[in-house]
Nanobody, 126 residues
């Protein structure tokens, strides 16, 4: 059973940066091919932020975060990260770490991920 625990959320001003972390337990990161971050703001649908597929390797970002966010993973530490730069109030929301054991590429399809963390809140003030 894969367990995901996010951390690193908080409150920042527009233009600031945050790094989110996701600690993975119960399964070796070496065998988890699809991982990523989704987010949801109040009243909005959940959206894919960034995903990483290790069999290629390959990363994909949502259009609204391209050039500002960077996803990375440390297999040795069983950790997933999301570096977020130049944050804007539109980036506020609950950020979820996701994972799936499928070998095929899932990308930003929310329904493709079977494992979700509890989320970490990001609030960006103007």
């Amino acid at each position: 059973q894969v367990q995901l625990v996010e951390s690193g959320g908080g409150s920042v001003q527009a233009g600031g940066s945050l790094t989110l972390s996701c600690e993975v337990s119960g399964y070796s990161l070496l065998r988890i091919y699809n991982m990523g971050w989704f987010r949801q703001a109040p009243g909005n649908m959940r959206e894919g932020v960034a995903v990483i597929y290790t069999l290629s390797p390959f990363t994909k970002y949502g259009d609204s975060v391209k050039g500002r966010f960077t996803i990375s993973r440390d297999n040795a530490k069983n950790m997933l990260y999301l570096q977020m730069n130049n944050l804007s109030p539109e980036d506020s929301g609950m950020y979820y770490c996701v994972a799936d054991l499928s070998e095929g590429y899932i990308g930003l399809r929310e329904a493709g991920y079977n494992y979700w963390g509890q989320g970490t809140q990001v609030t960006v003030s103007s």
